[in-house]
């Protein structure tokens, strides 16, 4: 019993942790932890608390603390598993969501133990089921879009019957295309998905197409049944824009059950400061696999955004980390990828990754799928 | 007719106007106003377009480039009003989603015209309807939270009892209150519905009490539905958690018809880097108002987080800033305030403000409601 009459808190005892980057030599570190297991916890003085296992169990708990040479530490901090209460929302609120409003806190990595985790069912495909679909198992995926905004349906459809002939395996609406007066969404959806479904009868493969389905909750899930009906193969959708749950509901609607495949507009703000936000890792690899994606778009070094090349091997190797049964993602390198250095990012990326090239496809001649037939001579040849 | 012998886009002339910071000199910026142009719309090279109404129409326009002086531009685009297709998630693609993912540019103003603000409806309340539900009228509101987190149902209500009978505006949950096993969303919004609609018969004003539905979308549907049953009379949303399109949901069901108060977090990698991300005022005025939150909280300067008064004041002009009768919110800063600054909050953010202030109201003796009173003494004297 508390000094308050009242039954002590009885957890599980389950914690997760989370490892940020902070400003400040040791000391200043130390401070700072001892500030975020505050702040994303009570929210409140722990000397005005008066219940010590409130403070035994919810207060975050600084579990180490390593200066890193460079006037920065690492800070590792564990939260009860409970605090998450089983919620992606709740679980992203207590790893960096009040924290995200102070400078100098970059979280870069997350461990989640398994009481927490079986709230999450992950990718229903992965990488895996991925493969079975387009029946690929030895080399990269490889992808386009069908653009640019303007195009009306017939028009997109032309474009994707061309790529499916060519064999490619993914074909996505540009994230652009929503549900304009100019491109209605079941318009081009029922055009492209028709579109593709002939080209893969003629190039005797199967390519998938995935629609963009970013919308509100309600009308994403409405777009994605349509979809599902009308035959496409997978979903294009953007958590920066509709949010990680809208991705995580699409996933798990059973009458769906097509392929997640994330887009990353707006995410930028979330990870490209160095020394805040959410580290590349975290947001493309684990966020997006508790959010349900089976393939998730990030902009590569060697395109026209700014990320290093070790921000996206870190992105490789989250996508396949081991998540107690959460599978894998496939990870789909992409802005501005060109068709002369696809041998340097097959041999960068290696088989476990989809390789999107967009606009380059169109700088080879009118012949689209003889181009998109390069494409994968260059990805077999990398 | 086009090239292609399709009729050309036929769009209604009205656009939208983006304003950015973006590094560099006049040319830079030029060149960087052309390229976000591009990223924003197209996604694709213009010169293999070969649509002539596609590129005057569709391809966002550069309006002005206007050097700062300090190495850095503004620079205003405009975009087809059609181009978002009547939807938030898209308005925002469009306003920032893939240059999001590039450095050394940020999303400063927005200027949206009439047909497309016919898709919002903006807050259901807004500052006067609010002010109405409390009776009132002529000073800042006041606000505050029941916390910490690993409080059981039965002690958050008595918090919420004390704060009601001193006469407080509103309650809110702390965002941290989710549905934890150790305290469940349905027995703590029962217990403290039931606390402050007391506590108002007590002290004969009417305190709204907010509680937390951030969640997935499904999921915060219902929970509102149950605490609008229960009686509660406004909810607390972080639209950085679940999106701003499941705020707008709540705003919008009739069934529920609730003041919604937002909550910051996770928005700081929005706006906290000064290069980039989105201006607080476009972040906490216009998408807040889009989404249709009555009042806003958002970190205030002189607090613990990282913030600018002429930040704060930007906000302040945001959330009321003519927008086509879109109601103007309720500015809540907090995040550290105190009693003794009460004074100079008031001073800075005038009475058409929420002063929320949380832990400081423990500070000053076990008498909740004594305290509370010296806030609205402190407020009316302020």
């Known amino acids: 019993m508390t000094a308050t009459g009242r039954p002590e808190l009885r957890l599980s005892g389950e914690r997760f942790r989370a490892t940020y980057v902070v400003a400040g030599d040791e000391q200043a570190a130390r401070a700072c932890a001892d500030a975020i297991a505050i702040e994303q916890t009570l929210e409140f003085s722990p000397d005005l608390v008066g219940r010590p296992d409130i403070i035994r169990e919810i207060l975050g708990r600084v579990e ?39 400078p100098g806190i970059r979280l870069v990595e997350v461990a989640l133990g398994p009481g927490l985790l079986e709230a999450f069912r992950g990718p229903r495909f992965g990488r895996a089921g991925l493969r079975g679909l387009v029946g690929v198992f030895d080399r ?14 017939a028009e997109l459809a032309a474009l994707a019957l061309a790529f499916a002939r060519g064999g490619i395996d993914l074909v996505k609406d540009d994230h652009g295309l929503a549900d304009q007066p100019f491109c209605r969404f079941e318009a081009r959806v029922t055009a492209v998905a028709a579109a593709v479904a002939r080209g893969s009868v003629e190039s005797g493969r199967r390519c998938l197409y995935a629609p963009n389905v970013t919308a509100s909750p309600a009308t994403a899930l409405a777009r994605a049944r349509f979809a599902k009906a009308i035959g496409a193969g997978a979903l294009l959708v953007a958590p920066g824009l509709c949010g990680w749950d809208t991705v995580r509901a699409l996933a798990a609607a059973d009458e769906v059950a097509l392929p ?53 091997r870190e992105i490789v190797t989250a996508t396949a980390r081991e998540l107690l049964g959460i599978a894998p993602c496939l990870p789909m390198p ?5 068709l002369a250095r696809v041998a340097e990012f097959v041999r960068f990326y290696g088989p476990e990754s989809m390789l999107l090239v967009g606009g380059d496809l169109h700088r080879h001649g009118a012949d689209l799928a003889a181009t998109v037939r390069r494409f994968a001579a260059a990805v077999e040849g990398g």
């Open 334 to 338: 992409a802005g501005g990828l060109t």
């Open 140 to 153: 990269p995926l490889l992808a386009t879009a069908v653009k640019p905004m303007g195009l009306d349906p």
């Open 64 to 102: 180490m603390v390593r200066p890193l040479g460079d006037g920065r530490a690492e800070v590792t901090l564990s939260y009860a598993a409970e605090s998450a209460g089983g919620e992606l929302t709740q679980l992203v609120n207590v790893l960096y969501g009040n924290s995200s409003l102070k």
């Open 260 to 312: 997640i495949v994330l887009h990353p507009a707006l995410l930028g703000p979330l990870h490209l400061d160095p020394n805040h936000g959410i580290a590349p890792g975290v947001v493309y690899g684990l966020l997006a696999r508790l959010a349900g994606a089976d393939a998730v778009v990030f902009p590569s070094f060697g395109g026209r955004f700014s990320i290093s090349s070790a921000d996206c």
